[in-house]
């Protein structure tokens, strides 16, 4: 039990931060809209908005459990909603074939990365900024700056369904494949062997470079889903969409448990990881707090998680070497 508080304590720390927000603000004066909380408008409206973060989230944490960090998923969504837009709307492709090829160019995005980072040599950080810059560009040079809408209903249907089912499956359904695949394959095995000793895994047969190419890979698609789930919702194609997602997934990461150094966390931890944010967010935005704000919120719980964490694996390191 200690040992599982020890691992899952940011995890712990902040749901509880959560719980007690949704209980105790309502009863302050100056947060009276926070008792909306638990109103089901509201708890619809957070699975809602967790949906496709929670998605790019999975496979940032696949990145992540190698070693290894994506900072690209934005505006790779970004343009996978620009592709599937300009073929269905300047094509005239059918929608279903064109949010394939949005999902198909941002794999290739993943794959770029991948080989760059494992043949190129290149630091994951520098690799997908580079990304990050190229994919905003290339979305906002094909669609000249413009949003593609007026889709069919059959292009909304990622986004809605009764409520808030369809994203809500889809996001359930992307967490359970990937928990599974991490838990009970081999691919998985080697992600996390891969981030937890990359010589130690060369050395005991693993070829890590496929592994990373394929975390890279996974990580670009998903960042391509996911931004065609925001789409769908929307019903329009933005090239400034998914701006600061990487930030949201990262830290979604780290909140759910975890290690920027490689080879501890998940998908479960990303999705709870995730849904604590989406509460902390909407718990700000229900007293009224600017989104500027918000981001900087997001941006020290993340420098502060990252500072937790990584004392905790020295105390860690400490007491197993004594």
């Known amino acids: 039990m200690p040992r599982f508080i020890s691992k899952n304590l940011?995890?712990?720390?902040?749901?509880?931060?959560?719980?007690?927000?949704?209980?105790?603000?309502?009863?302050?004066?100056?947060?009276?809209d926070t008792a909306k909380f638990f109103m089901p408008d509201n708890l619809q409206n957070v699975a809602r908005r967790i949906s496709a973060i929670t998605v790019v989230s999975v496979g940032e944490v696949l990145v992540i459990l190698t070693g290894g960090i994506d900072l690209s998923v934005g505006s790779i969504a970004a343009l996978a909603q620009v592709v599937s837009g300009h073929a269905i709307k300047t094509w005239g492709w059918p929608v279903f074939p064109g949010m394939v090829l949005g999902v198909l160019t941002a794999l290739a995005c993943g794959v770029v990365n991948g080989l760059l980072v494992t043949k190129g040599r290149i630091p994951p950080f520098i690799v997908t900024l580079g990304m990050m810059l190229a994919a905003r560009g290339a979305a906002l040079g094909i669609s000249?700056?413009?949003?593609?809408?007026?889709?069919?209903?059959?292009?909304?249907?990622?986004?809605?369904?009764?409520?808030?089912?369809?994203?809500?499956?889809?996001m359930m359904g992307t967490v359970a494949v990937f928990a599974l695949?991490?838990?009970?394959?081999?691919?998985?095995?080697?992600?996390?062997?891969?981030?937890?000793?990359l010589s130690g895994a060369r050395l005991s047969g693993i070829n890590v470079d496929r592994v990373r190419l394929g975390a890279y890979a996974l990580c670009g698609t998903l960042a391509g889903f996911g931004g065609l789930m925001?789409?769908?919702?929307?019903?329009?194609?933005?090239?400034?969409?998914?701006?600061?997602?990487?930030?949201d997934a990262i830290a979604a990461c780290v909140v759910g448990g975890a290690s920027l150094i490689g080879g501890e966390g998940g998908a479960i931890g990303a999705l709870l990881g995730a849904l604590i944010i989406g509460v902390l967010v909407n718990i700000c935005q229900l007293n009224g707090m600017k989104n500027e704000w918000q981001r900087g919120f997001i941006g020290v719980l993340i420098i502060v998680l990252v500072f937790v964490d990584n004392v905790r694996k020295r105390r860690a390191g400490k007491l197993k070497d004594g």
């Open 144 to 170: 000249k700056g413009f949003r593609y809408s007026g889709f069919p209903d059959s292009f909304k249907w990622l986004g809605g369904g009764p409520q808030w089912s369809i994203p809500f499956l889809v």
């Open 181 to 197: 695949i991490l838990t009970y394959t081999r691919f998985g095995r080697e992600v996390y062997a891969t981030g937890g000793n």
């Open 10 to 32: 940011l995890i712990i720390v902040m749901g509880a931060v959560c719980v007690v927000s949704a209980f105790i603000l309502p009863y302050f004066p100056a947060t009276q």
């Open 230 to 247: 925001l789409a769908s919702r929307s019903g329009v194609c933005d090239p400034t969409s998914a701006e600061g997602w990487e930030l």
